[in-house]
């Protein structure tokens, strides 16, 4: 099984700041790699695929990078909505698995 | 529109069994995953299998194997995740999801069955 590792935890953030959010596989994904968002009481949202690719509707400020093994998403701009916990999830197999998420408060 | 519509909460004495389901539209059915998802109650989330409708073909993490039984019904284009025997420990939140061949990353989202067992 492919462990996903989640850094920070918790990461506190002012509004209009730029947050980057980790990833690490413990082998390689190649760029299998999606993120999510989830918000309190939701079900979670696709943001990126492919490692890089926004899904629709996604804003630009939401931008993913890395592959293989170190993932990085970055929120340029953090704005009010953007206030949640975010999942990266590998897909290089069938045994799929999630990160432990990071959540992203406001300072 | 895509929608992945579930069933809705359920409480059940441990012991009993149980059978969720997540019907899809706006798209076809049988051309991709409908995987299951586990969050327990302030927790991440957990994947626990995966069902491909057009041809049943069934994948399960080893830590659900077992333990759930994950099933589709393509005529009426809905996925069933079903426990025999529940124990309190199978208490949380379950999305159903739909999953992009040939990879499977959910693009759609359920809005989530809570299961609470309880005696």
């Known amino acids: 099984e492919i462990v996903m590792t989640q850094s920070p935890a918790t990461l506190s953030v002012s509004p209009g700041e730029r947050a980057t959010l980790s990833c690490r596989a413990s082998q390689s994904v190649s760029s299998n790699l999606a993120w999510y968002q989830q918000k309190p009481g939701q079900a979670p949202r696709l943001l990126i695929y492919g490692a890089s690719t926004r899904a629709t509707g996604i804003p630009a400020r939401f931008s993913g990078s890395g592959s293989g093994t170190e993932f990085t998403l970055t929120i340029s701009s953090l704005q009010s909505e953007d206030f949640a916990v975010y999942y990266c999830?590998?897909?290089?197999?069938?045994?799929?698995?999630f990160g432990g998420g990071t959540k992203v408060e406001i300072k | 529109e895509v929608q992945l519509v579930q069933s809705g909460a359920e409480v059940k004495k441990p012991g009993e069994s149980l059978k969720i389901s997540c019907k899809g539209s706006?798209?076809?059915?049988?051309?991709?995953?409908i995987g299951w998802v586990r969050q327990m109650p302030g927790k991440g989330l957990e994947w626990m299998g995966i069902?491909?409708?057009?041809?049943?073909?069934?994948r399960y993490s080893p830590s659900f194997q077992g333990q759930v039984t994950i099933s589709a019904d393509k005529s009426i284009s809905t996925a069933y995740l079903q426990w025999s025997s529940l124990k309190a420990s199978d208490t949380a939140m379950y999305y159903c999801?739909?999953?992009?061949?040939?990879?499977?990353?959910?693009?759609?989202w359920g809005q989530g069955t809570l299961v609470t067992v309880s005696s």
């Open positions: 706006g798209y076809s059915f049988t051309s991709y995953w």
């Open positions: 999801a739909r999953g992009t061949p040939p990879r499977n990353y959910f693009d759609y």
């Open positions: 069902i491909y409708p057009g041809d049943s073909d069934t």
């Open positions: 999830q590998q897909y290089n197999n069938w045994l799929l698995t």
